[in-house]
């Protein structure tokens, strides 16, 4: 099979591909299509160019390596972002010692602001992105993976491990921190 016609195959195709017949080197196919893809993904939450990549590097390995127990109950292009967000995530826990529980109570809001009644359109985009700094990065990946990655509760369920349910819970809650650090931030401006 020519280069040209190796990479026009989708990833599940590819990931058939390497486990019936044993073709590992087309895994390099999804490791150059996702890359930077994960690179920036990573980028966003260490804020540093060569760890990034390291990081890339590593969860593209570690992809591969897991690859037997992707069973496509979601594309490979979510699956693999949650390995990323998984990855950071932890990283980030160990690193600054960041439990979610411990963050929410030293970051508890003043009051449950319903969201649904501030208009989000009006919000400013760079405000946002430095807004999303302050958030915890377990709300930053949730709202990511639902905005940015249009993962569906379902699949944020699997891939973080929680049910559909607590996801939802969890969404509300960054979202409702968003809007409230937002005017807290930037007012009415």
């Not at 958030?135 to 639902?146: D, F, N, R, S, W």
């Not at 929680?162 to 409230?180: G, H, N, Q």
């Amino acid at each position: 099979m020519n280069e040209l016609i190796k990479s026009h195959l989708t990833d599940e195709q590819l990931i058939e591909k390497i486990r019936s017949e044993g073709k590992n080197e087309l895994y390099s196919i999804l490791h150059n299509r996702y890359f930077q893809k994960v690179k920036d993904k990573c980028y966003s939450f260490l804020k540093n160019k060569t760890q990034s990549e390291e990081f890339a590097n590593d969860i593209l390995s570690k992809a591969f390596e897991k690859l037997e127990s992707f069973q496509g109950k979601s594309t490979y292009s979510s699956w693999l972002y949650a390995i990323t967000y998984n990855t950071v995530i932890d990283y980030l826990r160990k690193k600054k010692q960041l439990h979610y529980p411990n963050w929410n109570q030293n970051n508890e809001l003043p009051e449950i602001i319903d969201e649904s009644d501030t208009e989000m359109a009006e919000l400013s985009y760079d405000k946002l992105m430095e807004v999303f700094e302050k958030i915890h990065p377990e709300e930053k990946a949730l709202l990511l993976m639902k905005y940015q990655d249009s993962l569906s509760l379902k699949e944020i369920a699997a891939s973080l491990a929680i049910s559909e349910d607590a996801v939802k819970m969890r969404l509300k809650r960054a979202r409702t921190r968003v809007v409230y650090l937002y005017f807290k931030l930037f007012g009415n401006e």
